[in-house]
């Protein structure tokens, strides 16, 4: 499978505990996009990088959510101190570099649930 | 107001109707507009680009109105498959890169 993956599909936390989501974007795509999806509505923006860069980061992204795409490839996005507000849907997305940027390619998603 | 905001929902329709979905953006100085699919539980897929000109594919039309910050969906002999959510999609531009997503509409077609 080519297309972008995310590990895990699920997880089912405590609040207060720390958790990470990884996702492998679609082979030489070096733009990667993280959103937010709770049900019953669309999927909302946290951040985006080029490369290792993390060029934008939406004010949902509080201080407890933190993202890292260190080598340009794979990015993880870690939430610490969980709340049951966090429960979601997070998505990934990549885009080729030269392609049209707005044409963005999801994974699967992680599902998470904060009991 | 809500940067993209779309019909309710849900639409229920039989099998070989024509349905069309409706969507306002607040920002004028969007640039970019699509229209993506989302089945239930899974991630979404992009359905088609908008463009002022309108555009086809197969059974689907997606119009684009920039002076009333309108986009539409037109999907023609609906079939069962084409159930789903469809999310209205805007990219503002101008450096930046996030799409920005409506609530999405949800479609049933009814055998």
């Known amino acids: 499978d080519t297309g972008v993956s995310q590990d895990p599909r699920h997880k089912i936390t405590k609040r207060g505990q720390n958790v990470t989501f990884r996702c492998d974007p679609i082979s030489e795509h070096n733009r990667l996009y993280w959103y937010r999806q709770t049900l019953g509505q669309g999927p909302e923006f946290l951040t985006y990088f080029q490369n290792e860069a993390q060029l934008e980061k939406s004010r949902l992204l509080s201080d407890r959510f933190s993202a890292e795409r260190p080598k340009g490839s794979f990015s993880t996005l870690e939430i610490q101190r969980t709340e049951q507000g966090d429960s979601a849907m997070y998505l990934c997305?990549?885009?080729?570099?030269?392609?049209?940027?707005?044409?963005?390619?999801f994974g699967p998603g992680t599902r998470l649930t904060v009991l | 107001r809500k940067e993209v905001e779309q019909d309710p929902g849900p639409f229920n329709v039989p099998e070989g109707a024509t349905v069309a979905f409706n969507c306002t953006y607040s920002?004028?100085?969007?640039?970019?507009f699509f229209w993506y699919r989302q089945d239930c539980r899974k991630e979404p897929k992009l359905l088609m680009s908008?463009?002022?000109s309108g555009n086809e594919d197969g059974r689907f039309t997606a119009q684009l109105n920039r002076a009333s910050q309108y986009i539409s969906l037109l999907i023609r002999d609906s079939k069962l498959s084409d159930s789903a959510t469809y999310l209205c999609?805007?990219?503002?531009?101008?450096?930046?890169?996030?799409?920005?997503f409506g609530k999405g509409t949800k479609l049933s077609v009814i055998p």
């Open positions: 999609v805007v990219n503002v531009g101008a450096g930046s890169y996030q799409l920005t």
């Open positions: 920002n004028s100085a969007s640039q970019s």
């Open positions: 908008v463009y002022s």
């Open positions: 997305a990549s885009t080729a570099r030269g392609t049209n940027t707005d044409t963005q390619y």
